[in-house]
């Protein structure tokens, strides 16, 4: 809820299904929309809540370290 995505309204159970309009059909295709962008780019998430269609603008973030 701190990061990025929650600060722009994402709450959890949100299913993204799109990215700046394009559709996206798996984590993959949300992986790899995303990885095209860099920090404090901004995304518009078209996102299923629970049936609804909702949408959000996400200021992206860096992606943290992996060890």
Known sequence: SGG??????VQQGD???AIDGRTVSS???VRATLARH???DRVR???NRS???VGATVT???LP???
């Open 51 to 53: 049936g609804l269609i």
């Open 60 to 62: 992206l973030g860096e």
């Open 45 to 47: 998430l078209t996102l």
């Open 4 to 9: 990025p995505a929650g600060r722009a309204g």
């Open 65 to 67: 370290a992996t060890p």
């Open 27 to 29: 984590a993959d295709d």
């Open 38 to 40: 860099k920090p404090n």
């Open 15 to 17: 299913l993204i299904v």
